[in-house]
């Protein structure tokens, strides 16, 4: 089982960029297909993308489609969230997420492991 580290969170304005990373341990990440998931005050915790373990294949929910762009590099075993166009409704706190399966599930219960979550505040 991988464990999981964010970083890369902090406080931006409308219209601008950040960038999340999650770095991950062990020998078997290529094993894993990962998941970006953010979880608003008094809101579930929603799968914003995906990426299969092969890295051939993306998800984007509908909501971020167009400014995220998810990406991995499985010789180093991250994964990252590069976030353009920032609004404030993206304004949560962001998890990474391993699931053992080649594609993406969609569900918070789809997954194996939970990085700690990172902050993410856009000001308008």
């Known amino acids: 089982q991988v464990q999981l580290v964010e970083s890369g969170g902090g406080s931006v304005q409308a219209g601008g960029s950040l960038r999340l990373s999650c770095a991950a341990s062990?020998?078997?990440?290529?094993?894993?297909?990962m998941g970006w998931f953010r979880q608003a005050p008094g809101k579930e915790r929603e799968l914003v993308a995906g990426?299969?373990?092969?890295?051939?294949?993306?998800y984007y929910a509908d909501s971020v489609k167009g400014r995220f762009t998810i990406s991995r590099d499985n010789a180093k075993n991250t994964v990252d969230l590069q976030m353009n166009s920032l609004k404030p409704e993206d304004t949560a706190v962001y998890y990474c997420?391993?699931?053992?399966?080649?594609?993406?599930?969609?569900?918070?219960?789809?997954?194996?492991?939970w990085g700690q979550g990172t902050q993410v505040t856009v000001s308008s």
């Open positions: 990426i299969t373990r092969s890295g051939a294949t993306t």
């Open positions: 062990g020998r078997t990440f290529s094993l894993y297909a």
């Open positions: 997420a391993a699931r053992r399966d080649s594609i993406w599930g969609t569900q918070p219960f789809d997954y194996h492991s």
